[in-house]
């Protein structure tokens, strides 16, 4: 049995062959280059679109390389935000939707967030927001792995589009 290996960074099993950590992007070879200066070494690779940049092109959010494009998703808990809303019918119609296309959304809000998370995820994702009425009300997050990203908001969109019309 070969030994098991881990993401020096942030302890996740990775394959033998791997040449970068899927969940936090971190490179495990040298000789990457970033994807938009051949000259420089890549620092990262992003977690969402899996290319290489160096550190112009990318940075760590919450621990996690993401590169300029994708640096404004919030990360809770190593998962990224794809949609937010405090209608809980629909949010909840988004994740089994996701769950049927084989992805692994996850939701995230107040009361269902158990308490032993605590810390500063916790107190971000209780974030008020207003509705129409200026009530305060409490968005409910829908999260998916980084990797997962670009195929959710995919699915999420056609969905929107053909409830509109
Ligand atoms: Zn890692
Ligand atoms: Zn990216
Ligand atoms: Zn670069």
């Known amino acids: 049995m070969p030994e098991k290996l881990f993401c020096d960074f942030c302890g996740t099993e990775i394959s033998d062959d791997a040449e970068f950590c899927t969940k936090c992007g971190t490179i495990f070879i040298d000789d990457i280059t970033c994807f938009n200066h051949s000259d420089d070494d890549a620092k990262g690779v992003c977690a969402i679109c899996h290319q290489a940049y160096c550190k112009r092109c ?4 919450n621990s996690i390389f993401l590169c300029n494009e994708h640096s404004n998703y919030e990360i809770y808990e ?10 809980e019918q629909k949010i909840n119609y988004l994740k089994s939707v996701l769950e049927e296309n084989s992805l692994h959304p ?6 269902s967030t158990p308490l032993n998370l605590g810390g500063p995820d916790y107190l971000a994702a209780a974030h008020l927001t207003g509705d129409r009425d200026g009530n305060l009300v409490y968005e409910i997050k829908l999260l998916v792995p980084c990797s997962e990203v670009l195929q959710a908001e995919k699915i999420i969109d056609e969905i929107d589009q053909s409830t509109l019309g």
């Open 58 to 61: 990318g940075l760590r959010v």
């Open 106 to 111: 996850f939701l995230y809000s107040r009361k």
């Open 78 to 87: 190593g998962m990224a935000r794809v949609f937010g809303t405090s209608d």
